[in-house]
């Protein structure tokens, strides 16, 4: 019997991509692709190593518009950057975990978790 949860993170994976590539290519809202890609890790938070820095990442930057409306074109350029960098990635863990690491510390400001603190 085949495990329904790799079917589902696979299909996540899927509607998560296809809403960067349309990001990229600037086809469409990148806010609401951008909340699209948020809502879909978020219910997957726990299926794939990566889905839960997407989660963050992707919230971060929808909240960006939502907060601040009068950045929404700096917000959406750093979106279509999100994007673009990480259709661009091997498809293997070290290049992404660097992506989330620069991402969510360097770009979004997230304080950086210290040893010793938990996920860590």
């Known amino acids: 019997m085949p495990d329904m949860t790799d079917d589902v993170s696979t299909d996540a994976i899927q509607r998560i991509e296809q809403a960067m590539r349309a990001i990229a290519s600037h086809d469409g809202s990148p806010y609401r692709a951008g909340l699209d890609i948020w809502s879909t890790a978020m ?43 990480w259709l661009s990635l091997p498809a293997h863990a070290e290049p992404r975990r660097a992506y989330f690491d620069r991402w969510l510390y360097d770009e979004i400001g997230y304080d950086r978790p210290t040893p010793g603190d938990c996920g860590a």
């Open 43 to 85: 219910g997957h938070a726990g299926s794939t190593e990566w889905m839960w820095p997407t989660w963050l990442l992707w919230g971060a930057l929808t909240d960006w518009v939502e907060v601040r409306p009068e950045e929404k074109d700096q917000a959406e350029h750093a979106m279509r950057r999100a994007a673009r960098e």
